[in-house]
């Protein structure tokens, strides 16, 4: 494949996998819980999408699709600790998604230290990207992300649970004297984005090739800065993650269009860009972020 075709192949995939991880906090922050543990979760996922892999790739390419179900719903399973930490313990949010995330990235590392299940510090899933087109431009991962996209915008603009999920994070005593559970709402809420952030994580191993390595490259916190550009809009937000996905496969595979080798110092240098625009970019926003009003707030059922 060409080097143009490798940066569109490599760009369409991770437009997935970002996409669908801030969509990931889009879920949760909306309902008012900070989810800073998308990473984390991204982790598990992928992880398990690895697993999975070593099991049923012989059985089968598509049987790719069982393995991001599976993976998508362990990451959510997973999620319920940052939610009872959140929710019913009304911990400090940012402190639990942080737990997370170290003990994910714990469980990662500790499965890619396995000499019989990793050799050479790696899973590799086993499973190829089923694409559309002859570049793998348009894959199935592309697709997957632009229906739970569309269904998201119609979901928090006109259906009444999406509109529960919405005043769980504007106004959540209102909706409690409503007879609404805002903690059965959270709880929700914060399941689906383990849900989707796991699969996010599951298809950020095609994009290293089919492998796990032990983490995610810090994706899941490139997830949060397009959360935070896109304003907790997924119109916006998929705007960013065309952005953000576009850089970081260029800053990966610039290095096929200049002849440096790829273990050159500077290749390794652009790495940082990406990272670099995630916080310029939050810095740059944060005085005009439009936050939801009760969000990172634990919900006191007294103040109602």
């Not at 398990?48 to 599976?70: D, R, S, T």
């Not at 994070?169 to 409503?178: C, F, L, Q, T």
């Not at 939801?292 to 059922?301: A, V």
Request: charged share 10%; aromatic share 12%.
């Amino acid at each position: 494949m060409s080097a143009a075709g490798q940066l569109f192949a490599n760009g369409s995939i991770l437009f997935a996998v970002l996409l669908i991880a801030s969509m990931a906090g889009l879920y949760s922050e909306r309902a008012g819980v900070v989810n800073i543990a998308i990473d984390g979760m991204m982790i598990i996922g992928a992880l398990v999408y690895a697993l999975l892999g070593k099991a049923f790739a012989q059985q089968g390419n598509a049987m790719q699709l069982v393995a991001l179900v599976i993976s998508s719903m362990i990451a959510g399973l997973f999620a319920i600790l940052h939610a009872f930490a959140s929710v019913t313990l009304r911990a400090q949010q940012v402190i639990s998604g942080t737990a997370i995330n170290l003990l994910a990235t714990g469980l990662g590392l500790f499965f890619v230290t396995i000499p019989s299940l990793a050799p050479g510090n790696m899973i590799q899933t086993g499973f190829t990207t089923i694409g559309i087109d002859k570049y793998q431009i348009v894959t199935i991962f592309v697709i997957i992300a632009v229906v739970i996209a569309l269904f998201t915008f119609f979901f928090f603009r006109f259906t009444k649970r999406g509109t529960r999920y919405v005043a769980a994070g504007e106004n959540p005593n209102a909706i409690d004297a409503a007879g609404i559970s805002v903690i059965k709402t959270r709880y929700v809420a914060v399941i689906i984005s383990g849900c989707l952030a796991g699969l996010a994580g599951a298809m950020f191993t095609h994009f290293v090739s089919g492998q796990f390595r032990g983490d995610v490259q810090g994706q899941g916190y490139i997830a949060l800065a397009i959360m935070i550009f896109g304003q907790w809009r997924i119109q916006y937000i998929t705007l960013g993650s065309m952005l953000f996905s576009f850089l970081i496969a260029l800053a990966n595979s610039l290095w096929r269009f200049t002849g440096w080798n790829i273990a050159d110092p500077s290749n390794q240098l652009l790495k940082i860009i990406p990272f670099a625009l995630a916080l310029v970019t939050m810095v740059a926003f944060s005085k005009y972020s439009k936050m939801p009003k009760s969000d990172g707030i634990p919900f006191n059922k007294s103040l109602r």
